[in-house]
C-alpha cells in the first residue's frame, strides 16, 4: 500500500455524484489503510505551530465538543459527524478562517463563556487536524484562507470511513403487482382518497390526518393488539409511512426506501437511493405509477413504485452550498411540489419551493421564500445585501386545494436568528419568512401571503403545515407554531380570522385582534448581543413538526404542544460571504405554571377557538395526532407510550409500550375489509428531541430501536 | 421528616401528578389570574435553573414550596431534594412567569442537597399583587451553582 498523497478534488454536486459511483473503490482503500500501523496520526508527524495549536485544540474539543460530537469526531445523536468526507463535503471548499466564525457564532449551542477566540482556533485547528489537513505548519489566524480540501489528504480522509461500504439502488427485488395488483393513481385519487388509503403525508391535500374508518372507536380500542413489527433503518428518524391498496411505502433514514405487504409485513423491495447517512426524512409521494421521493442531498428520485427501480432523477438544490431536504413532495395538479432548507448560509441562491413534473422530474417553476432587493417585499431587509439575507426554509411539506388551485406552505424565520446578529433590527419584516405563503399550482406565482411573526427574534418558526378547513360557507386555513398560537385565515383571500394561545406564551405584549399584528415583548425588541432574554415557549416549540389534526365529525383541531421555555443570547455574526449560520446560545427550563408536565395534547373548537378539552403530562409527545371517524385521536410518547384517546373528550382509552420512544405520524388503513394503525418507534432529531431530554432527565429509553408497528383488532 | 422520607413524599405526589396525567394538576394562566383574587394557598414546583446538555448533569434536583397568606403575611413552608451540592441560599424573586427578576426576601434554606425551606415575611402592598399575579418566585442557590439551581414560580392552589 503507497503512502502517497493525493489532493481532494474540488468538491462540486457533478464531483460528488462522480464520487457516489466511485464510492466503492475509494472505501475499498479507505479500509486497507486502517490496517497499516499508524493509527490515525498523519504520516509524517512532524510537530509545527500548527500541530502545537491542533493538540491544544484536542482537549478543548473534549471539554466543550466531544457530548455532542463525539471524541472522536464522529457524531453522536445531539450532534453531526465532524469527519471525513460528508464533513468535507460541507466544508472542503470553505476557508478555515470561515470554520473557525462558524463555530465561534454557533457552538457550543448552550453558551460559550470561556471560550476564548484562541481557543477557538485551537479546536478548529484540531477539526481541521483530525481531517487530514497536514500541508501546512503555520498556526491558524482568524483570517487563514486557505481552501480546506486543497490542504487535505484524500487518504486521511478517507480513513475516517469506518462502515463498510452503503448499498446502492436495489438490495431486495420484488414486484408489488404480486401481491396486490398495481393501479396507478390518479388526481382524482389524491383529491377523494380511498378510506382504505394513506396516499400522501397528513392523508389528504386539505392536512386533515384523519381516517374515515370506524372498525376500530372508542367501543372497541382497548382490546387493539400487535399484529407486527418491522425494525427499519438506525438513525434520526420522524416518518411518515404512505398506504396505497394494502402496500406500505416506508421511508427509513439515509434515504432509504421500502415497499412492505401491509397484511403480513413482508419485505417486497428496498431501494438506496443515496447517501447512505443517518438523516432524517419525513415523507414521500405516490402519483401514476412512481414514488416519489426527495433525498437528504437536496435530488428529487421517482422509483417505480411496483418494483422500487429509478426512473429518473434531479437536483433541487446545491447541496455542496449547504442545501437539503428533510420532508419529501406533496403531488398536486400533476406536480411534485416540495420545500428546501439548510438555507442559512451567506450565499448567492437562497431558499425556494419548486415544482416539477411527475413524469419527467423537469423544474415547472421556483417561488423564492426570501425577497432580493429589487423584489416586491425586497425593502424588508433593511440595507441588507441579497447574498446576506437567509432562512425562509420550507422544512415541512404544505397542503393544497384543488378548486382553488392553490398551495398552501408555513416558511421557517430569517437567520442567523436574532435581528442584532442579522445586522437588522426588529423592523425589519423579513418577507417572506414566518409566512403562510399560498401559491399558483399553474405558475409558482404568490396568490397571497400573511407573515405571522415579522422579524423573528428567538428561533420560532411557524414552518409547520397548514390545515384547511371548510367551515359553513368559509374556506379557511390553519397553522401553528413554535409560539404556540393557532392561527385561523381565509384560505381565500389571506384575511386574518382569529387566533387562540394553545399554551403559555410571554414572546408578545400584544395579539391584535383585527390585524393578527404581534407585538414583541420590549427587551426582546431590542436585544444586544451576548444577553440573555427569557421566554416561552423555546425553540422545542409550543407545537412542532409534529402535525395536528382536524376531527371533522366534532370540529376540533386536536394539536401535539409542548410545554418548556428558553434563556437566549446572540452572538456576533460578521457579514462575510460563505458566513451565517444560526448564532445564538441557548438554554432551557420547564414553562411555569404547567407543574412539568412538557406534554400536551391540546382541542379546540374551530368556530369558537375555545380549548374544549386537553391531555397533559410529563413525557413529551413526539408524533402527530391522528384521529379517526371512530372518534379516537392517536399519539405517541418519549416514554415510549403509544395512545389512544377519545377524540371529543380527550379521555385515555387505550395505551402500549413500544421498543422506544414513539416518533413519527401514525396513520391508518385497511385490507380486505379490516382496519389497522400503525406507527413508528424512532429516535433523533432537533430541538423536540434535545430539549425534553434536558429537562425530563428522568425519562430513559434505549438509544436506538426504529421501528414500524401495526395493530389491529383480534379476530376481525 | 428525614430527607429521603422527604423524597419519597415529593416523588409521590409528583408521580401522582404524572399518572393522572390530566388537567386536574394543571393550573391554566387564565383559571389562576381570575381564582388568585382571592386564593390564599399558593404552590411553586421547583424545577432546575436553565440548563443546557452539558449542564443538565449539574443543575438538577426538584422540589415544592407551599404559601399561606394570612393578611399581608406570607408563611412558606418547602421541601427540595437532589441537588447537585449543598443550597447556601434561597430567595423570593419578584419577575413574571419565566422572566427573572430581583430579589424580594431571604428564606432559610437547610444546608444540603437534599432539605428544607421556611420563612415568615410581611410583604408590601405591591409584593401582595405581585404574589397574585404569579409574578413572585422561589429560587435556591448552591454551591456549585451560585447563580441559582433550582427556581419556581408561584401560582394560586385550585
Not at chain 1, 468538491?11 to 462522480?18: I, M, P, Q, V, Y
Not at chain 1, 459511483?21 to 493509527?39: N, Y
Not at chain 1, 433593511?382 to 437567509?390: K, N, P, S, T, V
Amino acid at each position: 500500500m503507497k503512502m502517497q498523497k493525493s489532493r481532494l478534488r474540488p468538491l462540486t454536486l457533478r464531483n460528488a455524484l462522480l464520487s457516489a459511483a466511485v464510492a466503492l473503490g475509494l472505501v475499498a482503500c479507505g479500509q486497507e489503510s486502517t490496517q497499516a500501523p499508524t493509527s490515525t496520526a498523519t504520516p509524517t508527524a512532524m510537530t509545527s505551530a500548527f500541530s502545537d495549536q491542533a493538540a491544544l485544540g484536542a482537549g478543548k474539543f473534549a471539554a466543550n465538543c466531544a457530548a455532542c460530537h463525539g471524541v472522536n469526531l464522529e457524531g453522536t445523536t445531539l450532534g453531526p459527524l465532524l469527519s471525513g468526507r460528508p464533513f468535507l463535503q460541507r466544508w472542503g471548499d470553505r476557508t478555515p478562517s470561515l470554520l473557525f466564525s462558524n463555530i465561534k457564532a454557533n457552538m457550543p449551542p448552550g453558551g460559550n463563556e470561556g471560550i476564548s477566540d484562541a481557543d477557538y482556533l485551537a479546536i478548529t485547528a484540531h477539526i481541521l487536524d483530525t481531517n487530514g489537513v497536514d500541508a501546512i505548519t503555520a498556526a491558524l489566524t482568524a483570517s487563514t484562507d486557505f481552501t480546506i480540501a486543497d490542504n487535505a489528504s484524500e487518504l486521511v480522509a478517507n480513513r475516517q470511513r469506518s462502515e463498510p461500504p452503503a448499498p446502492e439502488g436495489i438490495t431486495v427485488a420484488g414486484n408489488v403487482d404480486d401481491y396486490s395488483p398495481f393501479v396507478p393513481v390518479t388526481d382524482a385519487m389524491l383529491e377523494a382518497p380511498d378510506p382504505a388509503d394513506w396516499p400522501m403525508i397528513r392523508r389528504s391535500y386539505d392536512a386533515h390526518s384523519f381516517s374515515p374508518l370506524d372498525q376500530i372507536n372508542t367501543a372497541n380500542v382497548d382490546s387493539l393488539s400487535l399484529e407486527w413489527v418491522w425494525n427499519m433503518h438506525e438513525g434520526d428518524s420522524e416518518p411518515s409511512p404512505l398506504v396505497y391498496k394494502g402496500i406500505i411505502y416506508l421511508i427509513n433514514p439515509g434515504n432509504v426506501i421500502q415497499a412492505l405487504d401491509g397484511k403480513t409485513g413482508e419485505l417486497i423491495w428496498e431501494n438506496w437511493a443515496g447517501p447512505a447517512n443517518r438523516q432524517d426524512m419525513r415523507n414521500i409521494a405516490i402519483y401514476n405509477d412512481k414514488i416519489i421521493q426527495a433525498t437528504t442531498d437536496a435530488r428529487l428520485i421517482a422509483l417505480d413504485a411496483r418494483t422500487g427501480e429509478q426512473v429518473w432523477e434531479t437536483a433541487v438544490a446545491d447541496n455542496t452550498q449547504g442545501f437539503e431536504n428533510s420532508s419529501g413532495p406533496i403531488v398536486a395538479d400533476g406536480r411534485v411540489i416540495l420545500g428546501l432548507a439548510g438555507c442559512a448560509r451567506y450565499i448567492k441562491d437562497d431558499c425556494y419551493i419548486s415544482a416539477h413534473d411527475a413524469n419527467t422530474g423537469e423544474l415547472a417553476w421556483r417561488f423564492n421564500t426570501i425577497a432580493k432587493a429589487n423584489e416586491p417585499g425586497g425593502d424588508t431587509w433593511g440595507e441588507l445585501d441579497d447574498i446576506f439575507r437567509a432562512g425562509g426554509e420550507t422544512w415541512i411539506t404544505g397542503s393544497y386545494d384543488p378548486d382553488l388551485k392553490l398551495t398552501y406552505w408555513g416558511t421557517a424565520q430569517q437567520k442567523p436568528w436574532v435581528p442584532v446578529s442579522r445586522h437588522l433590527t426588529i423592523n425589519d419584516e423579513g418577507l417572506f419568512t414566518n409566512s403562510t405563503v399560498a401559491i399558483n399550482t399553474d405558475d409558482g406565482t404568490l396568490n397571497w401571503h400573511f407573515q405571522h411573526v415579522p422579524a423573528e427574534a428567538l428561533d420560532l418558526d411557524e414552518v409547520f403545515e397548514r390545515v384547511l378547513v371548510n367551515r359553513g360557507g368559509e374556506k379557511l386555513v390553519f397553522s401553528l407554531g413554535k409560539y404556540g398560537i393557532l392561527w385561523k385565515s381565509d384560505r381565500v383571500t389571506g384575511e386574518f380570522k382569529g387566533y387562540k394561545e394553545t399554551v403559555f406564551q410571554n414572546a408578545f405584549t400584544d395579539i391584535d385582534a383585527v390585524t393578527g399584528r404581534v407585538t414583541y415583548r420590549e427587551d426582546i425588541q431590542n436585544a444586544k448581543l451576548n444577553e440573555w432574554t427569557s421566554a416561552c415557549p423555546s425553540s422545542a416549540g409550543g407545537k412542532d413538526w409534529h402535525s395536528m389534526t382536524y376531527h371533522e365529525p366534532s370540529g376540533l383541531m386536536i394539536a401535539p404542544l409542548s410545554q418548556t421555555c428558553l434563556e437566549n443570547a446572540a452572538r456576533e455574526v460578521a457579514l462575510v460571504q460563505g458566513g451565517g449560520g444560526l448564532a445564538a446560545s441557548r438554554k432551557f427550563f420547564e414553562m411555569p405554571g404547567t407543574d412539568g408536565n412538557l406534554g400536551k395534547i391540546g382541542a379546540y373548537n374551530v368556530d369558537t377557538m375555545e380549548e374544549v378539552w386537553s391531555h397533559q403530562q410529563r413525557a413529551s409527545f413526539h408524533t402527530g395526532t391522528m384521529s379517526t371517524a371512530g372518534d379516537l385521536v392517536f399519539v405517541g410518547d418519549l416514554d415510549r407510550r403509544f395512545k389512544a384517546l377519545n377524540a371529543r373528550t380527550g379521555k385515555l382509552l387505550w395505551e402500549t409500550r413500544l421498543g422506544t420512544s414513539v416518533q413519527g405520524h401514525p396513520v391508518s388503513f385497511a385490507i380486505d375489509g379490516k382496519q389497522y394503525i400503525a406507527v413508528t418507534s424512532a429516535v433523533g432529531g432537533t430541538s423536540p428531541r434535545t430539549v425534553p431530554d434536558v429537562i425530563a432527565t428522568e425519562i430513559t429509553y434505549p438509544r436506538w430501536g426504529n421501528a414500524l408497528y401495526v395493530f389491529s383488532l383480534p379476530g376481525n | 421528616m428525614t430527607p429521603a422520607k422527604l423524597v419519597n413524599t415529593l416523588r409521590r405526589v409528583f408521580s401522582l401528578c404524572f399518572s393522572l396525567a390530566i388537567l386536574v394538576c394543571v393550573i391554566s394562566f387564565n383559571q389562576n389570574t381570575a381564582r388568585a383574587a382571592e386564593a390564599n394557598g399558593f404552590r411553586a414546583r421547583l424545577s432546575p435553573m436553565p440548563t443546557t446538555p452539558q449542564t443538565k448533569n449539574t443543575i438538577t434536583g426538584s422540589g415544592e414550596a407551599l404559601v399561606s397568606l394570612t393578611g399581608n403575611t406570607l408563611t412558606l413552608t418547602g421541601a427540595f431534594a437532589g441537588m447537585s451540592s449543598v443550597a447556601t441560599m434561597a430567595h423570593i424573586h419578584n419577575g413574571p412567569p419565566a422572566q427573572p427578576g430581583p430579589v424580594v426576601a431571604a428564606l432559610t434554606a437547610t444546608e444540603a442537597t437534599d432539605g428544607e425551606l421556611t420563612a415568615k415575611i410581611e410583604l408590601t402592598d405591591e409584593q401582595l399583587m405581585a404574589l397574585k399575579e404569579n409574578a413572585l418566585y422561589v429560587q435556591i442557590h448552591s454551591a456549585t451553582n451560585p447563580a441559582g439551581e433550582l427556581r419556581g414560580w408561584l401560582f394560586a392552589q385550585p
